[in-house]
């Protein structure tokens, strides 16, 4: 079946530091694959996505690159502020399943401390 | 454009009791599935409704059962609540290109006492 393996947490880090959330999956098909963010009492909001090999997602200085060959999407980020500290999950979905369920990791938690 | 809404907020339930959970999906989603989120650990598929079926089903006890009303919107029903309920309930919206990714509501905070 298909699963989702984050590095575990908690990662605490300085401000400006550099950010690197390993995460690798196993899927029996192609699927497609997103980071979510969950900040402090709230749901999950969609960070970035990549839907086939080497597309990079983006969005709010956060990157990850879809790497068919190592099964790994991680996500990475040049300099984090305080306002990244949050839970961060990665997650798949088989595109070739149409409303295939998500399946998620276990979720790292970042601190990020001025 | 209004996302995904769940009501209530927070709910506390006693042991055996039954509750029922909401769900409205972002506009334009027919897909409604619904997440259960222990403290600490990743969200698990509880089930996926579609056209007001049952679409899909996670590992999760018949305790568990849900409905999709024609306006799309959902709901889940948990029976004979157990301690080990307690967790925080996810809905996510998509639509039949869920590969793009899905749209979740800020959830409710199930207590089970």
């Known amino acids: 079946g298909n699963s989702v393996t984050q590095m575990e947490g908690p990662v605490t880090l300085s401000e400006e530091a550099f950010l690197t959330i390993n995460c690798t999956y196993t899927a029996t098909g192609y699927p497609s694959l997103f980071w979510y963010v969950q900040y402090p009492g709230e749901g999950l909001q969609l960070l970035l996505k990549?839907?086939?090999?080497?597309d990079k997602g983006s969005n709010k200085g956060f990157e990850a690159t879809y790497r068919k060959e190592t099964t790994s999407f991680h996500l990475e980020k040049g300099s984090v502020q305080v306002s990244d500290s949050a839970v961060y999950f990665c997650?798949?979905?088989?595109?070739?399943?149409?409303?295939?369920?998500?399946?998620f990791g276990k979720g790292t938690r970042l601190s990020v401390i001025a | 454009d209004a996302g995904v809404t769940q009501s209530p907020t927070h709910l506390i339930k006693t042991r055996g009791q039954q509750v029922t959970l909401r769900c409205s999906p972002k506009?334009?989603?027919?897909?409604v599935s619904w997440y259960q989120q222990a403290l600490g650990q990743g969200p698990q598929f509880i089930f996926q409704y579609y056209e007001e079926e049952e679409r899909q089903r996670g590992n999760f006890p018949d305790r568990f059962s849900g409905h999709q009303f024609p306006n799309y919107s959902s709901e889940l029903n948990v029976n004979a609540l157990l301690l080990g309920d307690s967790a925080l309930y996810l809905c996510a919206s998509s639509n039949d290109r869920a590969w793009r990714g899905y749209t979740f509501g800020s959830g409710t905070r199930l207590t089970v006492v």
């Open positions: 506009s334009g989603h027919d897909t």
């Open positions: 990549a839907t086939k090999a080497d």
């Open positions: 997650a798949l979905s088989d595109r070739n399943s149409g409303n295939t369920p998500l399946v």
